[in-house]
């Protein structure tokens, strides 16, 4: 097992373009988290699956984005008409439910919106 | 509001010095505790955690971090500091019917002087 793949590692956009990442987590878990992360802060929960269903969605996931997980496998997250304020490294990581040992984390993607 | 603070966001020791990165939850029930380190353009890696064993813990790369209840507070420490410590850290905690999810500190850089 590789851990956690998190495609693409940059990304470069236009302001008003949509942009998906996707994530790969370690194959046998069954909760994958979401988290933005900019500059000079820590990480900020976005949202979070249990297998398919998508459990929570914080504040911050406004309507123009949007996260699945089909079959409970990998995850997208996508990013319609991006912001400036997009800009950020978006971070996935996965684990067993009730196990806190397991939380493994990406190596992000990095959202430039020019 | 349930946080986690750490003081300052820079600290600058010399090689073969002491770290000491400082951070404290709010909360009355003790969350489950987190260090993560993350290096330039990379994931989070995780350092060590506290989940209501033992206070004094051990983590990876000389890190220890202590648990003391009384003031709230897990800071982490390295006897000696070696150039490679140079990254940012996080503090974390998982508080109690979170549904695993982490929140973060707003970090701490780190660096090391020869």
Redesign the interface.
């Known amino acids: 097992d590789t851990g956690?793949s998190?495609n693409p590692r940059h990304k470069i956009t236009k302001r008003g373009q949509n942009v998906t990442f996707r994530c790969d987590p370690i194959s046998e878990h069954n909760?994958l988290?979401w988290?933005r992360q900019t500059l000079?802060?820590?990480?900020?929960?976005l949202t979070?699956f249990q297998n398919e269903a998508q459990?929570?969605k914080s504040r911050l996931l406004s309507d123009r984005f949007s996260a699945e997980r089909p079959k409970g496998s990998f995850s997208t997250l996508e990013i319609q008409r991006t912001e400036q304020g997009d800009s950020a490294m978006y971070?996935c990581?996965s684990?067993l439910?009730?196990e806190?040992?397991g939380?493994t984390?990406?190596?992000?993607t990095?959202l430039t919106v020019v | 509001a349930q946080s986690v603070t750490q003081l300052g966001s820079h600290v600058s020791v010399s090689e073969g010095a002491l770290v000491l990165l400082r951070c404290n939850y709010s909360s009355s029930v003790p969350p489950y505790l987190f260090w993560y380190v993350q290096y330039p353009n990379q994931g989070l890696q995780l350092l060590l955690k506290y989940t209501s064993a033992a206070t004094l813990v051990k983590g990876i790369n000389g890190f220890e971090a202590e648990f003391k209840k009384s003031e709230t507070s897990f800071h982490l420490t390295k006897p000696s500091a070696h150039m490679s410590d140079a990254a940012e850290y996080f503090c974390a905690v998982i508080y109690p019917g979170a549904n695993s999810k982490l929140t973060f500190g707003k970090g701490i850089t780190l660096s090391v002087r020869p």
């Open positions: 956690v998190q909760r988290y988290y000079g802060q820590g990480p900020e929960f979070y459990l929570e971070l990581a684990s439910v009730g806190l040992y939380y984390f990406g190596s992000g990095r």
